[in-house]
């Protein structure tokens, strides 16, 4: 993927007004509005910012949250973990390490082996069908 944008302006025109709303503001998409959501095709999930691989198709699971869900990241390096406190709750925020536009949220309520819920907004992401991590 090209060089990171380096302005807000440049992030405006290269994402468009939804995917630069849930990236670049941490807007979250409507469940069971993301095209990811009930995607259940073998790949690779990428950074909508950058083009990072973040999730394998072979960590999503079926959360019942109406987001994409994954119990781990393709690598830890690859996320960020933020406290977040906003909208009066405590909540760990999910960015891409690349280019640290939001993604989404983790939560302590996965399935095993990890635990964990990823829970994605299907803009903040790219589906690469027939490619694993």
Request: proline content about 7%; aromatic content about 10%.
């Amino acid at each position: 993927m090209a060089d990171l944008p380096s302005t807000d302006v440049e992030w405006r025109e290269r994402l468009g007004p939804e995917r630069y709303a849930i990236l670049r503001q941490a807007a979250t998409e409507a469940p069971w509005s993301g095209e990811y959501a009930n995607n259940h095709a073998d790949g690779s999930y990428l950074c909508g910012g950058c083009g990072q691989t973040l999730f394998g198709s072979d960590s999503k699971f079926e959360s019942g949250s109406g987001w994409p869900s994954f119990f781990q990241a393709v690598s830890p390096d690859s996320v960020e973990l933020i406290d977040d406190s906003t909208h009066g709750m405590r909540r760990t925020e999910v960015r891409c390490a690349r280019c640290h536009s939001h993604l989404g949220h983790l939560f302590p309520d996965g399935p095993a082996p990890t635990g964990m819920r990823y829970c994605m907004n299907s803009l903040a992401m790219d589906f690469e069908a027939g490619t694993e991590p």
